[in-house]
């Protein structure tokens, strides 16, 4: 190439190569936590399966994260609306379906263009039908295992048949982004990671930026899981090693703790700027 451009200024003294293209600019994301309900007094074991005081209670916030930029507008994480029996378990209160808390951040549910899904369990799957213009984006080995293996015996549940019925419609009708694994660029700018092992393969998510943040969804439920480098509760005990790395990787991936997202904690309506049900984080 060096040659063809010398033979080329040599025989035409007014050529100039043309200069390489300019990469388009990664967007500056905005980024706000919308809660939409409150689960009252959850013992602090489910979030920290070794915790010193197995009596302690806390409330969390049940979340759905709105990403606007480059054209784009995703919602991480649906939450849910069904009256499932999980719904019933956990006792939801100070509920407002996610579509509607999305109208309290100037969003309309058929603005959202992207749905990005954690994880298969019904809060935060359970809500993909109310966004049905959405493109859903999920990881390919989390979608084969809910839609096969989890319900055969020995399988592992947590989600629940309407909601699997609803992705599988949305993929059928083709609307649904399989992710092939860990540190892939969904969007320019926006990188999907695993390896949390909150299920079969849940993912969370970097948005860079000035400055960056992830957001970890279950993967990471309280701020104390990274304080304390105290793991989660994981598809398989043994996993618990995997999701202290996972942890620490955040950290790194995000620059430092203070810019990792947890998925339940109330402390992120603390932390940011909040009006209502909706946290501005950047």
């Known amino acids: 190439m060096t040659t063809i451009l010398a033979l080329l200024l040599a025989l035409f003294p007014s050529f100039q190569a043309a200069p390489p293209a300019a990469q388009p600019a990664t967007p500056e994301y905005t980024i706000q936590a919308i809660r939409f309900g409150t689960l009252p007094k959850v013992r602090i074991t489910t979030l920290m399966p070794l915790a010193k005081d197995p009596t302690e209670t806390l409330d969390l916030a049940v979340v759905v994260w709105l990403i606007r930029g480059g054209g784009k507008t995703i919602l991480f994480d649906s939450g849910y609306h069904r009256q499932s029996p999980g719904f019933e378990r956990w006792n939801t209160q100070d509920y407002v379906r996610p579509d509607e808390a999305v109208k309290l951040a100037g969003i309309q549910p058929d603005d959202i263009t992207d749905l990005v899904i954690s994880h298969a369990h019904w809060d935060h799957m359970g809500g993909i039908d109310l966004f049905p213009k959405a493109t859903l984006w999920i990881q390919k080995d989390e979608y084969y295992y809910y839609t096969s293996a989890a319900w055969q015996p020995g399988g592992k549940g947590g989600a629940e048949q309407e909601d699997i019925l609803e992705l599988v419609k949305r993929n059928m009708n083709h609307k649904v982004v399989l992710i092939d694994g860990d540190n892939r660029e969904i969007f320019p700018g926006i990188f999907a990671y695993t390896g949390a092992r909150h299920t079969y393969a849940s993912q969370y998510i970097l948005i860079k930026g000035h400055p960056t943040y992830l ?68």
């Open 215 to 282: 957001l970890a969804s279950d993967n990471c439920y309280l701020y104390r899981n990274i304080d304390e480098m105290s793991p989660i509760a994981t598809f398989d005990v043994v996993d618990r090693a995997a999701n202290v790395a996972a942890l620490k990787r955040m950290i790194t991936l995000a620059g430092d703790k203070e810019h990792v997202v947890p998925g339940h904690d109330m402390m992120q309506f603390q932390r940011f700027p909040t009006e209502g049900r909706v946290a501005k984080i950047k």
